[in-house]
């Protein structure tokens, strides 16, 4: 059975999927859907809300990215990306609900869509987008801190949270003032440090523009 992700090359989310995918081995195709120039009418059949990505493997279709992170990884075999033990994996879950309810917005679309994207691919950055999500960005940032392993997020192995949180942080980061930013926060910039060259990050980073 193939594995097909369809999604936009420089969506966060879709480097999320992709990146547990490289974690599980699993070889796929890319089907490229760009939300942002507006998604064909096909594609509305597989995700109603138009958003990326959306995963077909077979004749099962998923989106919605942490529930494609958890079919990818109870679907393949190689090691368990979700801990066994309750609590452990109860921060998991929660490292994943605070990046998408409150990290997402400010980190990406407010931090890395106006001072690097939108830059580099000639359109002009609000500098007002950019320090309000700096600022919502230092509550999350703390947040993870206090929550944060000496490790990886969570526990003593490699979880979907940190594979939520990568290619979050490699965009905040790729933001000189997300950088900065993010050196105030130890665990989080040794986490950092070791996330960044893990090998399924570094095969899954799709580049800048
Ligand atoms: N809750 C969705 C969020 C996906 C999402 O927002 N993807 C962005 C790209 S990174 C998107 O499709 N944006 C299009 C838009 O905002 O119209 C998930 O977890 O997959």
Do not use: C, N
């Not at 801990?83 to 409150?102: F, H, N, T, W």
């Not at 890395?112 to 960005?137: C, D, K, M, N, Q």
Request: charged share 20%; proline share 6%.
């Amino acid at each position: 059975m193939s594995v097909e992700l369809i999604g936009y090359r420089y969506s966060v989310y879709r480097w999320i999927a992709r990146v547990v995918l490289e974690e599980k081995g699993v070889a796929f195709a890319h089907v490229e859907v760009d939300p942002f120039a507006g998604v064909p009418d096909w594609y509305l059949g597989l995700h109603p809300f138009g958003r990326v990505p959306v995963l077909r493997h077979g004749g099962y279709t998923l989106y919605e990215t942490a529930a494609i992170a958890r079919y990818v990884d109870a679907a393949f075999a190689g090691e368990s990306l979700v801990p066994l033990e309750a609590r452990a994996a109860g921060r998991m879950q929660q490292v994943i609900g605070i990046v998408d309810s409150y990290g997402y917005r400010p980190m990406v679309r407010q931090v890395f869509a106006h001072a690097v994207f939108r830059p580099r691919t000639g359109a002009a950055g609000e500098a007002g987008e950019i320090s309000a999500g700096l600022e919502a960005s230092a509550g999350v940032l703390a947040a993870l801190e206090g929550l944060a392993g000496d490790g990886w997020l969570v526990g003593g192995r490699v979880s979907l949270a940190d594979l939520h949180l990568g290619p979050m942080m490699a965009y905040f980061v790729a933001a000189p003032q997300g950088a900065a930013m993010l050196s105030g926060y130890p665990k989080l910039s040794a986490w950092w440090r070791r996330m960044r060259v893990r090998p399924a990050m570094v095969a899954s980073d799709p580049g800048l523009p």
